[in-house]
């Protein structure tokens, strides 16, 4: 299979940015010398939760208990959380309260990779911390008072939160391995306030840049044609 380029007589970018959940268009690219963001194995490993938390295991960093759907015995009690591996916004994700319970949501998974996991110690909040380069841009706060999932899709309220320093601490040390600047990012880095207060920064959506770029958006009917 291969991608049908817009524009130019289908001449290949100088670079592409996978928005999509698909590895394979990022391989596309990469087999021919264009530079991605958002790579193959990156966009491989983080759109499946089952390899997510193998790699996070396999670096020490801690992770909530779990195992894959399919294995038996719950190891660590309940409630426990079942989840698709290839979910996103809170979608495909359900509370267990027992045994009972699971043997009907494991219905919902028929054909499909799903993984089990212990909830945290609170559910219906959680703390995302996003990340560029080595440095902590924001952590932000989700809660849900009437969910056990906090996404902010969901219903959820998102606020801005003040990370301690031993967790700041923690992050950067976990995220050390990680960290592969692509060219030119280390100069944008530099050139933005990212310790400015979040309520002066200007938002702007992935589309908004790309349009203010002048990139050529490649739409998911353009994928796969030979």
């Not at 295991?57 to 801690?62: D, L, Q, V, W």
């Not at 911390?129 to 932000?140: D, F, K, L, S």
């Not at 219903?155 to 050390?176: C, F, H, I, M, W």
């Not at 990680?178 to 990212?194: A, C, Q």
Request: glycine share 10%; hydrophobic share 35%; proline share 5%.
């Amino acid at each position: 299979q291969g991608i049908d380029l817009p524009g130019d007589g289908g001449s290949l970018p100088d670079l592409v940015i996978n928005r999509s959940r698909e590895y394979a268009v990022s391989a596309w690219f990469e087999t021919r010398g264009i530079r991605v963001s958002n790579p193959s194995e990156v966009t491989r490993i983080c759109n499946d939760k089952a390899l997510t938390l193998e790699l996070a295991e396999k670096a020490g960093i801690p992770v909530l208990p779990w195992r894959l759907g399919e294995e038996d015995g719950v190891s660590f009690g309940y409630p426990a959380v079942a989840k698709s591996c290839g979910g996103h916004g809170g979608t495909e994700v359900y509370l267990a309260k027992s045994q009972e319970e699971l043997d009907q949501i494991r219905q919902k998974f028929a054909g499909k990779k799903w993984i089990l996991q212990k909830p945290a110690s609170e559910l219906g909040k959680d703390v995302r911390v996003y990340v560029v380069g080595n440095r902590i841009v924001q952590a932000m706060l989700r809660v849900s008072a009437s969910d056990f999932r906090s996404n902010y899709s969901l219903g959820g309220l998102a606020e801005p939160y003040v990370l301690t320093e031993q967790e700041r601490a923690k992050l950067q040390s976990d995220n050390e391995r990680y960290n592969k600047p692509l060219p030119g990012e280390t100069e944008i880095l530099d050139k933005l306030e990212w310790s400015s207060p979040a309520d002066r920064w200007q938002w702007f959506t992935v589309t908004q840049v790309r349009d203010g770029l002048n990139l050529k958006p490649l739409t998911t009917s353009q994928v796969g044609k030979a």
